[in-house]
């Protein structure tokens, strides 16, 4: 056998190694994220009452500060100079979502906080509900130096409520629109707010809270709807299509190939991806200079 048929073996063999091993990791990876695995709907979760129940394997993720799981106060922060972040679900690069997440919010100070909208890994995409007092804004993320991409306010008496009282934030990145609900009472609803960039990619959250001061969430529940191309012009809403389960797949297998996912420890992929790739990397180059 020629060195050439040899080199174009193990090139082959090399390649057929990393697509199979990034797969591999790409699936473990998005099952232990819970996203669109065959029939598994991440995008809805049933009411859940923090106070009632440990809830020691609900899906939460702390983003920044602390919060802490108590019976009385529900999932709770306190004063910190640090931002306490919470969120419950993220996507990875995801279609147009509609999401609509109520939560029951505990506040007795005038200090403001945020709920996460849409947050991106892009300051002029990112949407953040922030609840000051009374006054009540949906804005972008902000920079230094930079404005506001969007940045809108409205007035509601919420010292009625005595510190306790639900919120409901539902975004349609379809029609470009959130809107807000108190006990269930749609206060205000905000138009024309900026569409994801296509900057921004990797991980969106669509919840949260984000607040430098004492509060706690008692009760959360959120539904989603993913919003596919059905190919002949129009629009279907559904939380497990395997066209979603593919883009994910796929969106996932490139991150593996090209950065990494969380859950998978960077040395692995490093000896177990990366270093093949090298290796691919220089054959392709020896075997173009040899041919040259």
């Not at 598994?40 to 609900?58: G, K, M, P, W």
């Not at 804004?137 to 306790?164: M, T, W």
Request: glycine share 8%; net charge negative.
């Amino acid at each position: 056998m020629s060195s050439g048929g040899a080199t174009s073996n193990v090139l082959l063999a090399l390649v057929f190694y990393v697509v199979l091993t990034s797969g591999i990791v790409a699936y473990v990876s998005m099952e232990n994220e819970g996203i669109l695995i065959g029939d598994l709907d991440i995008h809805t979760r049933e009411s859940v009452n923090f106070t009632i129940s440990e809830f020691s394997d609900f899906d939460y993720k702390v983003l920044s500060g602390k919060w802490y799981l108590d019976k009385v106060k529900g999932l709770y922060c306190e004063d910190n100079w640090l931002s306490n972040e919470i969120t419950f679900n993220r996507l990875l690069q995801p279609d147009s979502q509609i999401f609509e997440n109520r939560y029951t919010i505990v506040h007795e100070g005038i200090e403001p906080y945020y709920i996460l909208v849409r947050k991106t890994g892009l300051y002029y995409d990112t949407i953040m509900l922030k609840v000051d007092g009374n006054w009540i804004y949906l804005e972008s993320g902000k920079i230094p130096l930079l404005p506001y991409s969007y940045r809108e306010v409205f007035y509601h008496d919420l010292s009625k409520y005595e510190g306790e009282y639900s919120i409901t934030t539902k975004l349609n990145e379809i029609d470009n629109t959130v809107e807000v609900k108190i006990n269930d009472v749609l206060v205000n609803t905000f138009t024309g707010i900026p569409n994801k960039n296509i900057l921004s990619w990797g991980y969106v959250y669509y919840n949260g809270i984000l607040s430098y001061h004492s509060m706690s969430i008692k009760d959360f529940g959120t539904e989603g709807k993913t919003v596919v191309d059905d190919g002949k012009g129009f629009f279907a809403f559904g939380d497990d299509s395997w066209i979603n389960t593919m883009k994910s797949f796929l969106s996932h297998m490139g991150m593996v190939l090209f950065w990494n996912v969380s859950g998978i420890p960077i040395l692995l992929n490093m000896v177990f991806v990366k270093v093949p790739i090298l290796v691919i990397s220089f054959i392709i180059v020896q075997t173009v200079r040899g041919s040259g």
